[in-house]
Protein backbone atom coordinates (compact mmCIF):
# COMPACT_ATOMS: atom_id res chain seq x y z
CA UNK A 1 0.00 0.00 0.00
CA UNK A 2 1.63 3.04 -1.30
CA UNK A 3 0.44 7.18 0.20
CA UNK A 4 -2.97 7.95 0.14
CA UNK A 5 -3.72 10.74 -2.58
CA UNK A 6 -6.63 11.75 -4.61
CA UNK A 7 -9.94 10.64 -3.73
CA UNK A 8 -8.67 7.83 -1.87
CA UNK A 9 -8.63 9.89 1.52
CA UNK A 10 -12.51 9.67 0.93
CA UNK A 11 -12.43 5.90 0.67
CA UNK A 12 -9.56 5.19 3.32
CA UNK A 13 -11.25 7.44 5.67
CA UNK A 14 -14.22 5.33 5.82
CA UNK A 15 -14.00 2.76 7.96
CA UNK A 16 -17.30 0.52 6.86
CA UNK A 17 -18.91 -0.74 10.38
CA UNK A 18 -22.53 -1.45 9.28
CA UNK A 19 -21.67 1.72 6.64
CA UNK A 20 -20.69 4.20 9.59
CA UNK A 21 -18.29 6.61 8.97
CA UNK A 22 -14.73 6.09 10.97
CA UNK A 23 -12.01 9.15 10.86
CA UNK A 24 -8.53 7.56 11.23
CA UNK A 25 -5.66 8.79 13.20
CA UNK A 26 -2.93 11.15 12.58
CA UNK A 27 0.38 9.89 12.20
CA UNK A 28 2.60 12.99 13.36
CA UNK A 29 1.99 13.84 17.01
CA UNK A 30 5.15 15.58 18.36
CA UNK A 31 5.56 18.30 20.43
CA UNK A 32 7.27 21.94 19.78
CA UNK A 33 8.33 23.44 23.43
CA UNK A 34 8.82 26.59 24.20
CA UNK A 35 11.98 25.35 26.88
CA UNK A 36 13.58 22.65 24.63
CA UNK A 37 12.15 20.06 26.31
CA UNK A 38 11.47 18.18 23.43
CA UNK A 39 13.05 17.59 20.11
CA UNK A 40 11.41 20.68 18.54
CA UNK A 41 12.18 23.93 20.23
CA UNK A 42 10.19 27.03 19.54
CA UNK A 43 11.95 29.07 17.39
CA UNK A 44 11.43 32.12 15.16
CA UNK A 45 11.31 31.10 11.13
CA UNK A 46 12.25 27.54 12.09
CA UNK A 47 8.56 25.98 10.92
CA UNK A 48 6.51 26.29 8.29
CA UNK A 49 2.15 25.37 8.20
CA UNK A 50 0.82 23.57 5.22
CA UNK A 51 -2.94 23.93 5.00
CA UNK A 52 -6.41 23.85 2.69
CA UNK A 53 -8.73 27.14 3.23
CA UNK A 54 -11.09 24.48 2.66
CA UNK A 55 -10.47 22.16 4.93
CA UNK A 56 -11.67 22.97 8.69
CA UNK A 57 -9.01 21.06 10.39
CA UNK A 58 -6.46 23.38 8.89
CA UNK A 59 -8.34 25.78 8.88
CA UNK A 60 -8.22 25.61 13.02
CA UNK A 61 -4.30 26.01 12.77
CA UNK A 62 -4.67 29.24 10.11
CA UNK A 63 -7.10 31.10 12.83
CA UNK A 64 -4.75 30.11 15.82
CA UNK A 65 -1.51 31.31 13.71
CA UNK A 66 -3.64 34.78 13.39
CA UNK A 67 -4.74 35.29 17.01
CA UNK A 68 -1.74 34.26 18.42
CA UNK A 69 0.02 36.56 16.37
CA UNK A 70 2.99 34.60 14.80
CA UNK A 71 2.40 35.27 10.96
CA UNK A 72 6.04 36.31 11.05
CA UNK A 73 6.93 33.62 12.90
CA UNK A 74 5.81 30.44 11.14
CA UNK A 75 5.44 30.59 7.52
CA UNK A 76 2.37 29.10 5.02
CA UNK A 77 1.43 27.25 2.24
CA UNK A 78 -2.11 27.27 0.84
CA UNK A 79 -2.85 24.08 -1.06
CA UNK A 80 -4.98 23.94 -4.13
CA UNK A 81 -9.11 23.79 -3.25
CA UNK A 82 -9.08 21.21 -5.96
CA UNK A 83 -8.38 17.55 -4.25
CA UNK A 84 -7.81 15.39 -7.83
CA UNK A 85 -5.56 12.02 -8.75
CA UNK A 86 -2.76 13.29 -7.00
CA UNK A 87 -4.29 14.87 -4.01
CA UNK A 88 -3.55 18.03 -2.23
CA UNK A 89 -1.35 20.18 -4.66
CA UNK A 90 0.81 23.47 -4.80
CA UNK A 91 -0.52 26.03 -7.28
CA UNK A 92 0.14 29.52 -8.65
CA UNK A 93 -4.40 29.79 -8.80
CA UNK A 94 -6.18 32.85 -6.54
CA UNK A 95 -5.50 32.45 -2.21
CA UNK A 96 -3.01 29.63 -2.63
CA UNK A 97 0.75 29.51 -1.53
CA UNK A 98 3.11 27.16 -3.03
CA UNK A 99 5.48 25.75 -1.07
CA UNK A 100 8.37 27.96 -0.74
CA UNK A 101 10.01 25.91 1.59
CA UNK A 102 10.85 22.37 -0.34
CA UNK A 103 9.59 23.22 -3.68
CA UNK A 104 7.09 20.16 -3.90
CA UNK A 105 3.88 19.60 -6.51
CA UNK A 106 2.27 17.39 -4.10
CA UNK A 107 1.22 17.51 -0.18
CA UNK A 108 2.47 14.00 -0.84
CA UNK A 109 6.12 14.31 -1.79
CA UNK A 110 5.90 16.49 1.25
CA UNK A 111 4.92 12.82 4.02
CA UNK A 112 7.78 10.88 1.74
CA UNK A 113 10.45 13.54 2.53
CA UNK A 114 10.02 13.24 6.17
CA UNK A 115 9.45 8.96 5.66
CA UNK A 116 10.02 7.68 2.56
CA UNK A 117 8.29 4.92 3.99
CA UNK A 118 5.22 6.62 5.07
CA UNK A 119 2.23 5.13 3.97
CA UNK A 120 -0.65 6.45 5.98
CA UNK A 121 -3.15 9.07 4.64
CA UNK A 122 -2.08 12.76 3.61
CA UNK A 123 -3.98 15.35 5.40
CA UNK A 124 -3.57 18.71 6.13
CA UNK A 125 -2.92 20.70 8.29
CA UNK A 126 1.05 19.70 8.27
CA UNK A 127 3.72 21.17 10.64
CA UNK A 128 7.04 21.13 9.11
CA UNK A 129 10.33 21.32 10.71
CA UNK A 130 12.63 23.46 8.20
CA UNK A 131 15.44 22.48 10.78
CA UNK A 132 15.32 18.56 10.85
CA UNK A 133 13.81 18.15 7.49
CA UNK A 134 10.55 16.67 8.78
CA UNK A 135 6.86 16.73 9.81
CA UNK A 136 6.49 17.29 13.68
CA UNK A 137 2.36 17.02 13.44
CA UNK A 138 -0.43 16.60 11.46
CA UNK A 139 -2.77 16.65 14.16
CA UNK A 140 -4.92 19.83 14.47
CA UNK A 141 -5.81 19.69 17.87
CA UNK A 142 -2.17 19.68 18.63
CA UNK A 143 -1.36 22.28 16.25
CA UNK A 144 -3.56 25.14 17.87
CA UNK A 145 -2.05 24.02 21.58
CA UNK A 146 0.84 24.23 20.34
CA UNK A 147 0.14 27.63 18.92
CA UNK A 148 -1.60 28.71 21.62
CA UNK A 149 1.21 28.22 24.48
CA UNK A 150 4.68 27.65 23.04
CA UNK A 151 5.75 30.67 21.08
CA UNK A 152 5.04 33.21 23.56
CA UNK A 153 8.65 34.65 23.76
CA UNK A 154 8.57 35.74 20.12
CA UNK A 155 5.11 37.47 19.62
CA UNK A 156 3.17 40.21 21.42
CA UNK A 157 0.76 39.26 24.43
CA UNK A 158 -2.16 37.59 23.38
CA UNK A 159 -5.42 35.94 25.06
CA UNK A 160 -5.01 32.34 26.32
CA UNK A 161 -7.26 30.09 24.44
CA UNK A 162 -6.56 26.95 26.59
CA UNK A 163 -6.19 28.88 30.37
CA UNK A 164 -5.53 26.37 33.56
CA UNK A 165 -8.51 26.81 35.13
CA UNK A 166 -10.97 26.18 32.14
CA UNK A 167 -9.11 22.71 30.92
CA UNK A 168 -11.60 20.08 32.26
CA UNK A 169 -14.67 21.73 31.07
CA UNK A 170 -13.42 22.53 27.13
CA UNK A 171 -11.74 19.09 27.30
CA UNK A 172 -15.08 18.52 28.10
CA UNK A 173 -17.11 20.86 25.38
CA UNK A 174 -14.04 19.47 22.68
CA UNK A 175 -15.09 16.16 23.07
CA UNK A 176 -19.17 16.50 23.07
CA UNK A 177 -18.45 18.84 20.11
CA UNK A 178 -16.31 16.54 17.84
CA UNK A 179 -18.26 13.50 17.92
CA UNK A 180 -21.55 15.17 17.49
CA UNK A 181 -20.85 18.19 15.41
CA UNK A 182 -17.32 18.21 13.85
CA UNK A 183 -17.21 14.53 13.05
CA UNK A 184 -21.46 14.79 12.63
CA UNK A 185 -21.44 16.34 9.78
CA UNK A 186 -19.07 13.79 8.10
CA UNK A 187 -20.69 10.94 9.78
CA UNK A 188 -23.77 12.10 7.82
CA UNK A 189 -22.48 12.43 4.33
CA UNK A 190 -20.12 9.37 4.38
CA UNK A 191 -22.64 7.03 5.72
CA UNK A 192 -23.52 3.83 3.43
CA UNK A 193 -26.69 2.73 4.73
CA UNK A 194 -29.39 4.23 5.83
CA UNK A 195 -29.45 3.19 9.78
CA UNK A 196 -26.00 4.98 9.75
CA UNK A 197 -27.00 7.79 7.60
CA UNK A 198 -30.09 8.17 10.56
CA UNK A 199 -28.27 7.57 13.78
CA UNK A 200 -25.81 10.13 12.83
CA UNK A 201 -28.51 13.09 11.66
CA UNK A 202 -30.51 12.25 14.84
CA UNK A 203 -26.98 12.58 17.09
CA UNK A 204 -25.95 15.69 15.35
CA UNK A 205 -29.10 17.71 14.99
CA UNK A 206 -29.69 17.06 18.93
CA UNK A 207 -26.57 18.15 19.48
CA UNK A 208 -27.08 21.32 17.76
CA UNK A 209 -30.38 21.82 19.64
CA UNK A 210 -28.36 21.39 22.89
CA UNK A 211 -25.53 23.84 21.95
CA UNK A 212 -28.77 25.95 20.65
CA UNK A 213 -30.18 26.45 24.41
CA UNK A 214 -26.77 26.78 26.06
CA UNK A 215 -25.78 29.57 24.21
CA UNK A 216 -29.28 30.91 24.82
CA UNK A 217 -28.11 31.08 28.06
CA UNK A 218 -24.05 32.60 27.86
CA UNK A 219 -21.95 33.75 25.02
CA UNK A 220 -19.41 31.75 24.35
CA UNK A 221 -19.38 27.25 25.07
CA UNK A 222 -17.33 27.52 28.15
CA UNK A 223 -16.74 30.26 30.85
CA UNK A 224 -17.47 33.62 29.87
CA UNK A 225 -14.65 34.01 27.01
CA UNK A 226 -13.67 32.91 23.72
CA UNK A 227 -11.99 29.56 24.48
CA UNK A 228 -9.94 26.95 21.98
CA UNK A 229 -13.65 25.42 22.03
CA UNK A 230 -15.44 28.09 20.23
CA UNK A 231 -12.76 28.15 17.53
CA UNK A 232 -12.98 24.10 17.00
CA UNK A 233 -16.52 24.62 16.56
CA UNK A 234 -16.43 27.65 14.29
CA UNK A 235 -14.77 25.89 11.25
CA UNK A 236 -18.15 23.30 11.31
CA UNK A 237 -20.38 26.08 11.48
CA UNK A 238 -19.24 28.36 9.10
CA UNK A 239 -19.38 25.46 6.63
CA UNK A 240 -22.62 24.52 7.32
CA UNK A 241 -25.13 26.05 5.12
CA UNK A 242 -22.41 26.22 2.53
CA UNK A 243 -21.55 22.68 1.77
CA UNK A 244 -22.88 20.19 4.87
CA UNK A 245 -26.40 21.05 4.57
CA UNK A 246 -26.69 20.24 1.41
CA UNK A 247 -23.66 17.91 0.24
CA UNK A 248 -23.72 15.88 3.21
CA UNK A 249 -28.00 15.76 3.82
CA UNK A 250 -27.61 17.53 7.09
CA UNK A 251 -30.75 19.55 6.00
CA UNK A 252 -33.19 19.35 9.18
CA UNK A 253 -32.24 22.95 9.58
CA UNK A 254 -29.64 25.61 8.51
CA UNK A 255 -27.47 27.12 10.89
CA UNK A 256 -29.44 30.43 10.16
CA UNK A 257 -32.09 29.09 11.13
CA UNK A 258 -30.81 28.88 14.98
CA UNK A 259 -31.60 32.12 16.50
CA UNK A 260 -28.60 31.80 18.76
CA UNK A 261 -26.07 29.33 17.43
CA UNK A 262 -25.82 32.06 14.02
CA UNK A 263 -25.91 35.28 16.87
CA UNK A 264 -22.87 33.16 17.66
CA UNK A 265 -20.94 32.34 14.87
CA UNK A 266 -21.26 36.05 13.61
CA UNK A 267 -19.82 37.52 16.99
CA UNK A 268 -17.31 34.71 16.07
CA UNK A 269 -16.48 36.10 12.68
CA UNK A 270 -16.54 39.75 13.55
CA UNK A 271 -13.11 39.07 15.99
CA UNK A 272 -10.55 41.07 14.35
CA UNK A 273 -8.68 38.67 12.01
CA UNK A 274 -11.23 35.67 11.74
CA UNK A 275 -12.63 36.96 8.20
CA UNK A 276 -9.50 36.85 6.57
CA UNK A 277 -9.44 32.94 7.28
CA UNK A 278 -12.53 31.96 5.59
CA UNK A 279 -12.32 31.72 2.23
CA UNK A 280 -15.62 30.44 0.67
CA UNK A 281 -15.00 29.98 -2.70
CA UNK A 282 -11.96 27.18 -1.57
CA UNK A 283 -14.62 25.96 0.66
CA UNK A 284 -17.21 25.24 -2.34
CA UNK A 285 -15.11 24.42 -4.69
CA UNK A 286 -13.04 21.92 -2.90
CA UNK A 287 -16.22 19.80 -1.18
CA UNK A 288 -18.29 20.29 -4.51
CA UNK A 289 -15.66 19.54 -7.22
CA UNK A 290 -13.38 17.32 -5.26
CA UNK A 291 -16.14 14.52 -3.53
CA UNK A 292 -17.56 13.47 -7.10
CA UNK A 293 -18.97 10.03 -5.11
CA UNK A 294 -21.35 12.78 -4.08
CA UNK A 295 -21.57 15.21 -6.18
CA UNK A 296 -20.22 13.44 -9.82
CA UNK A 297 -21.19 16.43 -12.42
CA UNK A 298 -18.96 18.91 -9.84
CA UNK A 299 -21.39 21.63 -10.14
CA UNK A 300 -21.03 24.19 -7.49
CA UNK A 301 -24.07 26.22 -6.32
CA UNK A 302 -24.05 29.65 -6.24
CA UNK A 303 -25.42 30.02 -2.76
CA UNK A 304 -25.89 30.74 0.43
CA UNK A 305 -24.70 34.60 -0.46
CA UNK A 306 -24.32 35.45 3.49
CA UNK A 307 -23.44 33.23 6.16
Known sequence: MGL?????????????????????????????TADGSSDFKAEPNRYHLYISLACPWASRTLIFRKLK?????????????????????????????????????YLHEIYSLADPHYT??????????KKTYTIVNNESADIIRIFNSEFSAFAEETPDYYPDTLRKDIDKMNDFVYANINNGVYKCGFATTQSAYDAAYDELFSALEFLENHLSKQTYLVGNQITEADWRLFTTLIRFDAVYYSLYKCNKER?????????????????????????????????????????????????????
Not at 120 to 129: C, E, I
Not at 286 to 298: K, V
Open 255 to 307: LSDYEFLHEYLLRLFEVPGIADTVNMDHIKRHYYMSQTQLNPNRIVPKGPETI
Open 120 to 129: GRVTVPVLWD
Open 69 to 105: KLEDIISLSVVDPLMLENGWTFSENVDCIPDSVNSKT
Open 4 to 32: LVEGQWQANEIIATNGHFKRKSSGFRHWI
